[in-house]
């Protein structure tokens, strides 16, 4: 098949998110499966705040990310032309967005099936990930939500990446259950597989890292509703000295998250951790993190993350919300908690330093399941199977 890849996102300038992955590995695997692939992302250049003032004065938010959005979005469509991907000629069979805007500026694409993947709540997500002014959200909210409903209303069928998103777009805009699937999200098992423990013990010498800390990582953007705050108040509850947290991330809620680590030396920020290297912290780290929120009214989908964690044959520790209580047993493949608990992330913790041989067994049942279930390329082709061509 001839598909037309397109998304806000683009993973060719930035590997740090799990939509960015996702789409690297969908389209390796659309390729590796033989069909045809062509795709359009926004570029994104450093330019000087003024020009960017400049450019974004006809948008109702100034100076904010998703006007900015919008523009590149716009501006960046003769990239079409200049690959010489000419939208007028010779349909193609799937038109497959990854977002609700980028399926909107890519409707003049000819295709004979638009599918949309949605990996979460977009306008919720965007109100969560941003600094944007309480004054200004509520008209935020509006035009987002219209750009959503014009955006679905060209969609033949939608791929969710978790059953609360599915009944999200059943109650907000009225989308038939016939015209959704529920496919959980996919990884690269081969990347993401378990190590000998001398390599682990190079690799900890490598990072500056001794064989007797225990190291539990947290690879979370930080913005609300990945709850790291949670991990920063279920570290002081564990006195050990050698139990450190690393937290893999950036984003808006840095400085409010350095301001409650204060001078805890246990804490280390790494900032924003390419994809190619986050994996050997993965590798080297005791114990996998996710302690997720509802926050502004949504919770997490399938985090790649956890899967990721469980794939390196690490016990993973998630909060009980959204996708990763659908994917995770609880003492079987993983652990669950209640979100916004720090004492159960605590106790679940130091259950793990006192039961080596239950987690033996555990991280073995973890990576079965990945191995079976979450592998890329049978991902991709669940997806294509709703292709319907």
Known sequence: MRIFLTSTDNPYQKQVGGKHIHQLLFEKALRELGHHVDFFYPTFHKRKKIVTAWKLSTHFLPLNSFGFLEYRLKTDAKQLFARGTDPFSEPYDVLHAQDPLSLLYTQNI???????TLHGYFTKESINYSKLPGKYIPEFIRWSMNMEKEAYALADFFICVDSNIRDYLINEFNIPVSKIAVIFNA?????????????????????????????????????????????????????????ILLIAGDGPERDNLMKECGTNHRVQFLGAVNHDQVIDYFRLTDTVLIPSITSDGFQEATSLAMLEGMSMG?????????GMKEVVKHNETGFLVEEQNPK??????????????????????????????????????????????
């Not at 000819?110 to 949309?116: A, D, E, H, L, Y």
């Not at 990945?226 to 000295?241: C, R």
């Open 314 to 322: 690490k016990p993973t520790i998630c909060s009980a919300i959204g």
């Open 187 to 243: 990884i690269d098992t081969r990347r993401f597989s378990p190590i000998a423990p001398g390599e682990i013990e190079r690799l900890r010498n490598t990072y500056g890292y001794t064989t007797d800390q225990y190291i539990i990582l947290v690879p979370r953007r930080l913005v609300k509703k990945n709850g790291v705050h949670i991990a920063l108040q279920a570290l002081k509850l564990i006195q050990d000295e050698n139990t």
């Open 110 to 116: 000819k295709c004979k099936k638009r599918i949309i």
């Open 344 to 389: 159960a992330i605590a106790q679940q913790i130091k259950w793990i330093q006192r039961n080596p041989e239950a987690i033996d067994k555990l991280i073995f049942n973890a990576r079965n399941y990945i191995m079976e279930n979450h592998h890329y390329r049978s991902h991709a082709q669940k997806i294509t199977n709703y292709y319907g061509i």
